[in-house]
């Protein structure tokens, strides 16, 4: 079982984006529990009960859901929540690239 506190990234094997978002979250240092929607019917199932579709990557963190994305697509929409964007511990000055 995830703890509340971990953010969880949807994947599936072979997903370009899905391996983006993996190398920027390790880069930054943010620890993801990884679930691939393609071993599992329940993650699957989870992904598109909180999203509405079933594309990869998914993250949820709480209630910060973002679905389908690229890591652009991420940080626009990290930073229209800014108490998310500090919680995952990015900075205001974060150099993304």
Request: proline share 5%; hydrophobic share 35%.
């Amino acid at each position: 079982m995830s703890k509340k506190n971990t953010p969880i990234l949807y994947i599936k094997p072979g997903c370009p984006w899905c391996r983006e978002a993996m190398s920027f979250f390790s880069q930054h240092g943010v620890a993801v529990e990884v679930r691939d929607v393609t071993a599992s019917s329940q993650n699957m199932r989870r992904m598109t009960e909180i999203s509405g579709q079933n594309k990869t990557p998914t993250f949820e963190f709480g209630e910060f859901i973002v679905a389908d994305f690229d890591v652009q697509e991420f940080l626009d929409a990290m930073e229209q929540v800014p108490e998310i964007k500090q919680s995952l511990g990015f900075g205001d000055g974060e150099d993304w690239n």
